[in-house]
Each structure stands twice: as structure tokens, then as C-alpha cells.
């Protein structure tokens, strides 16, 4: 875990480098384990991300932390240079792709899985080009036509994540009469947009889209009825890692937990979900949710009839 040095969820990465080893083959998104949830490590590259803003902000210092969750057991890495929390400012491609592309080239040559999170197009097609394997995209419903295009053209998985609106609007637009069945419905809509332009099923991985345009208790329905969202035949992945809504849940002393004191709710989370059949989740302390994957997968061998 990341030091706690700092005052929680600000201030530079202050942990010690990674002892660097020898490269390795990239893995390829058909070697990832089976028998368990998979762990994507998170690796924003900003300044500005609600959760780690500004830790790993220059390229040496991203790469180091993408090399720690790699060596701790990370199945993918999840490099980002634009931040998506609600309010953030938007960053132009060419500034997001700076941020990120030395970062995955580095993380790539060192063997590990990678995926770009980014909701434009060309910068996703730069980061396949420097050797990414997955798209992460949370433009939901927004979807580039472009970004449908090269996921089609492509072939690569790609993460289709459930928001209304952009950073600026998506705080106002969380009405929900079911915020389970809406969210799946919606993922139906743009799900059957890449299918009509060539993208194959087995291509796409869903996301609730935790606190995209969700306010607390819809993150909790989502997270206590993945079902909607299961029977679309996807693997869905849970990205509930320090986020707010998690900081609301744990208030000390009046005050909401801050992003580096949610770790524990996260483990938490992630073993329900992974019960609860997730593929996978989005987490920034991989040794913790590592572990509860893997008390989930153990718990689901042992369970009668299996
Ligand atoms: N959330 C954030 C960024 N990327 N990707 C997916 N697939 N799902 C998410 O919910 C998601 C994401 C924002 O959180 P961060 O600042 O911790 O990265």
C-alpha cells in the first residue's frame, strides 16, 4: 500500500522504488487466471484524481507505482491522464496522451497487461499502437463514433462503462426508478451500437459505473443487484475503490473518510462483488483486493454442491 506519509489522498507518492526486474513477454488478455475475480491496478496519471491526485504525476513516478502493483499481482494495469471525477476540467488528447503513452510503453516492455482508460479515441488508438491491450472507456453513453470504429477495427476488449452526461453534468443527472434495471438498460442500448458496427461479444466487459451519475444509495443498490447487469451476458467489472460514496459510509469524528482511509471498505467490497460473480475489479491497493479475490474464490470451491 502506498505510504500514508502524506495527509491521506494528497501530496506526492513518497513510497520507495520498485527493485526493477527483467522484462518479460507483454501478457495477453487470453493468458489472464481463471478461478478467480482479476485485479486491475489503477495508475492515473494527473494531477487532479479524486483518489491518488497528483501521487504519480510525472512519468518516472507512474512507472513506479505501475511496476509495484505489476509485481504485487496485478492481472491489468489501468493507465489514465485525465481525470473523470464529477467537476474535473476536461484535458485536450494530445496533453492526455503525454501524460500516459511513456507510461504504458514502459509498462508494457516489463510484461504487464495494459489498459488505457480514456474516453477519446485517438488517444486510445495511440496507447494500442504503445502496446496497450485493453480500452477502458467511461464515455457511457456518450460514446465517440470513433472510439466504436476502433474498437471494431481492433478487436481489442473493451470496457464499456455505464454514465449519463460528462464531468460537468452527471451529478445532476442521477434519477433512477431502478437504478439496477436502468443501468443495464442503457448498456443495452450502446452495447447493440457496437454490435451493429462489427464489435464481438465476447469484446465487451460492462460496468455499473460507480458515481457516475450515482449518487450514494444508487451505488449501493447497484452493488447489491449486479443481477441486471449479469444477465447481459458480459463480464462485469466493480470499480468501487475509494470512492466518495465510501467516504460517506465511514465518517469519523463528523467527518467523511478520506480516499487513502477507504482501502478497507474497498477489500470489502470487492470480496462481496467477486462472490457475487464479478470478472473483475478496479482497485488502487492491489495486495488487499488480491487477497479478497482470492478468499472469494476459495470460499466459492468450498461452498456445498460445488
Ligand atoms: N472510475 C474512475 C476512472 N475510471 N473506469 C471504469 N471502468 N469504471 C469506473 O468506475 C472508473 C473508471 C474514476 O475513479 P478514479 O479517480 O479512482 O480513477
Known sequence: MDSLAAAPGTGPNTSPLPVIRA????AAFADLPTGRALVMGILNVTPDSFSDGGRHADADTAIAHGLRMFYAGADII????????PGAEEVAPDQEQARILPVISALVKAGALVSVDTTHASTARAALAAGAAIINDVSGLTVEPDMITLVAESGVP??????????????????YDDVAAEVAAELTGVRDKLFAAGVAAEQIIVDPGLGFAKNDAQ???LLANLGP???????????????????SLLVSAGKAAQPLERDGATAAITAIAAANGAWGVRVHDVPANLDAVKVAARLAAAAPGA
Open 78 to 85: 489501468d493507465v489514465g491522464g485525465e481525470s473523470t471525477r
Open 229 to 247: 447487469l449479469k444477465e447481459l451476458g458480459h463480464p462485469v467489472l466493480v470499480a468501487a475503490s475509494r470512492k466518495r460514496f465510501l467516504g
Open 23 to 26: 522484462p518479460r513477454k507483454p
Open 219 to 221: 451505488n449501493w443498490e
Open 158 to 175: 473493451y470496457i464499456l462503462t455505464h454514465r449519463r452526461g460528462d464531468a460537468a453534468t452527471m451529478d445532476s443527472l442521477a434519477h
